[in-house]
Structure formats: C-alpha cells, structure tokens
C-alpha cells in the first residue's frame, strides 16, 4: 500500500525519460522499481559473479566487490519482492545468500578470513533475518534456515562483549591489527538492529535486553550517542581506556537507531524506546536539504530531500562504502515507520519528496538509466565511481514509498515459526539467547509469498569461536584511518 498522507509542496511526478515515476501511484513505483532492478542485476551480477559477491567493474580487479554492499544488494531484491510482489529473482536471491555461509555456517568464509569485520558478519546476518520476516521459503533439507544463519551471527558478536575495555560494546574486529581496537558506528548499530529485530520475530525477551544493553551503552559509557541523540563514527582505546568520540555522522547510522528503536517499542510498548524513536527522529531532520543547484547546498537545509553530509561535494572525500549509505537509511526508515507508526507522518513526507527527486538523476551511462546519489540536484550528476551503490540507494528510496501498514513483518506469533523458540535464557542478566526454530516459511520449494511450514530442526554444528570478530581491509582501515586524522583539524 502506498503511504496515504500527502504533502503539499511533494514534487509528484518526475518526468525523465529512463524513469518516470509518480510517488502517489503503485503501478509507477513498481513499474521505476523493476527498472532499476533488470539493470541493477545485469551489471553487478552477471552469470561468472562469484557466488554471493555483486561485481564493481569501475574499481580494480584487486578488491571487485564488498561484503557488505553484497549483502545489501540481496537485502534490496529481497525488499523489492515483499512490497512489489515480483519473485522472479528469488532463487538469485536464496542461492546468493548461501553462497556466503562459510564453512562454519557463520559467514566468515575462509576464502575471505582478511576482510571480514563484525560490520560485515552483522550485513549477512540482517539479510537472513530478512528474509526470515519477510518468510522467504527456508533453504532445502540439509541447509541453514534463515533464522539460524542470523541467530549464529548474533550469538558470536555477543560473545565478543568485553567489559573490562570501555566497559563493554561490539569491536569493529576481534583483532586489534585490523581495526579490534575501534568501537566503530558499524558494529554498534547492526548489533542494536539484530537484537531489537531478532526479538521482535521470536518474542524472546534476552534479545530485547541485550537491545537495550547496546544502546545503554552506546548512550553512556561508549559516547556514541549524545544527549540530542546524534550518533558518533566511533570511539578508539588508548591503553584499556575510552577517547573522545569521533564526531562525525552517517545517514544510515542515525537511521539504524531509528529503526532499531522503533522495533523495540513496537515489541514492549514502552515509552522509554518511544521517546528514544522521538529523539532520533528529531535529529534525522538535519540530513534531509531543499532541492538545490548545487550539490549538498549547506544554505538548503531543512528540506526533505535525502543526502549524505560527507559526500557535501564532489571533490571532497567520498568512500565507495558511503555511496551506498542512503539505501540502508531508505530501508530502514521506512521500517521504522511501519513499527512505530506515530513517525509515519513525517518519514512519508522525505521518502516521497526524496523518490520524485532520485528518479530524476536515473539519466546517466550509456543505458541512460544510470542513477546519482546527489538527489537534491534532480539531475545526474556523474564522477568517476558512480555505479552498484548509487541504483541501490535509488532502488529502495522508490520501492520504500511502497511500505506501510499492510507489510508488517512476519513474527512467530504472526504464525512464521514454531513457538518453542520463544525458550530463552533468564532476561534478568542478559546472555545468549537459546532456543530452537527456524526463520521464515516455506519448505524451500519455489519463490513468493508462501506460507507453509519450515523445517524447525536446529542446525546442531555451532560455529566456532573466531566469529566473535574478523579480519579487516585495507579499504575501512584507511577510511577509519582518514576520520581520526580529519578530526585533528576540525
């Protein structure tokens, strides 16, 4: 269902001749949808992609992909076939997440042991989750279900909390060569949603507190979130001991607080996450601009138009992985607009404004269809790295004015899973979470909206140890590396 509430001053109808797109009109979002996906899936995953891994052919052969901008493009598919009802990339999409399991069933394949950070491990674990809400037919007999593949995940990066370092919180790495003594934003914010989420679909309770141990900590001890609820890049340890915060913000960061709030209020109903969901959603407003000439204007603020403040210009700094920022921050917005429904209002407003706008810079390349991340211009706006991460943001910014009441995600006492998985451990002390069950529905047979029984029987080899963290590239620690030295001269 399209959101109902209408704005005045919405931009409706973007007339472009790759993507026409009317905002107030299903058929025309699906219809922009399913044009940025064909082309989306041709380019970045051709037939000889490595299982699971998006292909960038703008960057070196040496580093083709990301893991997490591989998650997220699932992540999207899946997201395209819940609001459009399109399921014909569904078995791209089961097969792809799959391929990523590992040898452990743990995502931390061996063939990628130096790139893998709990950011990363935290990305599969979302997309499987996902599509255990969104009751993605389980895999065949002999394969992971979706909700153990998530429950592993979060299991291992729980048993990395360690109290006697900044008193606790979810490290970038396990290892301090890469990046194991950073408590980067990543981390923090994908552990909060897995936790608010995972709790949320299985009604256990020790998920929920372990949501709130997060976000205590990132409120407190951490410094990562502030008293007028801006959320900080990250806290670096000298000697055992905590620094000053790195302050500098993300769409997506602000986005996944929002998000991971809104689910745990939606699960308890209480009124400390409300007014957690109320104090992001104010913050949130300072990432959205007026429709400018220029690109990311800091005289347009205040608008309603999407836009990622460290990419202000072109010729600052922009990393391949803040290009795809803006799809997590569509996502999940959206999301929490469906699980705290008193902020629908006002996310309505900056997806429906923000899409009219993205459709109209889907102009570029060869194709013509093309899209750019600078939305606040209406127009395409090329440099050398346009490419995945821009049609993804494009992408959910669209299908995302889909959402609403009607695309409630599945929960066990929605009829997606057994009961017994509500087993927990005592929620008075938050622990692992235990239990049993499987996530989604289906018996892995076919694509769509299915609604039969899964296999409820728990995977019984658990990963090993070395998940808690992983290694890190080259790429984030030069980005971490570039944060820390640019707040020297602020």
């Known amino acids: 269902m399209v959101l109902s509430v209408f704005f005045a001053g919405i931009l409706a109808v973007a007339n472009v001749a790759a ?45 083709p992909f990301d893991l997490r901008e591989s998650a997220m493009f699932w992540d999207s598919l899946l997201n395209y076939w819940f609001l459009t ?3 014909q990339y569904n078995d791209k999409v089961t097969k792809g997440i799959l ?6 069933r743990d995502f931390f394949p061996r063939d990628l042991w130096d790139r893998t950070n709990n950011d990363d491990l935290a990305a599969w674990g979302l997309v499987s989750l996902a599509a255990a809400e969104r009751q993605l037919p389980n895999p ?95 806290v670096s340890l000298t000697g055992g001991n905590c620094n000053p915060p790195v302050k500098f913000e993300h769409t997506y960061n602000q986005a996944a ?10 699960a308890t109903s209480s009124d400390v996450w409300r007014q957690r969901v109320e104090g992001h959603l104010k913050h949130f407003a300072n990432f959205f601009v007026h429709k400018s ?25 922009c990393s391949r992985e803040e290009r795809y920022f803006k799809s997590l921050t569509a996502r999940w917005m959206s999301q929490a607009a469906v699980a705290a429904p008193f902020i629908s209002e006002t996310i309505s407003s900056y997806l429906q404004e923000s899409a009219a706008l993205a459709a109209e810079t889907c102009t ?25 991460a821009e049609e993804i943001s494009a992408l959910e910014i669209i299908q995302q004015t889909l959402n609403g009441p009607d695309f409630k995600l599945a929960t066990v006492d929605s009829g997606a899973s057994s009961p017994n998985i509500k087993d927990s451990s005592d929620p008075s002390s938050p622990g692992t979470p ?19 029984n899964g296999d409820n029987t728990s995977e019984s080899d658990k990963p090993k140890d070395n998940a808690a963290g992983g290694l890190g590239s080259s790429k984030w620690t030069g980005m971490m590396a570039f944060v820390i030295i640019s707040q020297l001269f602020m």
């Open 293 to 317: 000439d220029k690109v990311n204007a800091t005289d347009s603020a205040g608008g309603k138009i999407l836009t990622e403040q460290t990419c202000a210009q072109i010729t600052t700094y």
């Open 19 to 63: 993507i026409e797109l009317d905002v107030r009109n299903t058929e025309s979002i699906k219809s922009a949808a399913k044009t940025i996906v064909q082309d989306m899936v041709k380019t970045y995953y051709p037939e000889d992609a490595t299982v699971g891994l998006v292909k960038h052919p703008l960057y070196d052969d040496e580093d």
């Open 140 to 234: 065949p007999a002999g394969q992971p279900k979706w909700l153990d593949l998530a429950r592993t995940v979060f299991e291992n990066q729980a048993a990395g909390w360690d109290t006697n370092e900044c008193d606790g919180g979810i490290r970038g790495s396990k290892y301090a060569a890469f990046g194991g003594y950073y408590y980067n934003k990543f981390a923090g914010s994908w552990f909060l949603l897995l936790a608010a989420r995972l709790g949320a679909y299985t009604g256990n309770q020790t998920y929920l507190d372990w949501a709130e141990k997060q976000y205590s900590w990132a409120a407190g001890s951490g410094g990562l979130v502030t008293a007028d609820f801006a959320v900080n890049y990250g």
């Open 434 to 452: 235990s239990g049993t069950g499987d996530g989604g529905s289906g018996d892995g047979s076919g694509s769509g909206n299915g609604s039969g």
């Open 257 to 266: 607080y929002l998000y991971g709030n809104a689910v745990a209020y939606n």
């Open 99 to 104: 391929g990523r399991v590992g040898e452990d």
């Open 364 to 388: 570029g390349k060869e194709a013509g269809k093309m899209c750019s991340m600078w939305w606040e211009t209406g127009k395409y706006v090329s440099d050398a790295t346009t490419g995945l």
């Open 85 to 87: 009802g399109d399921d």
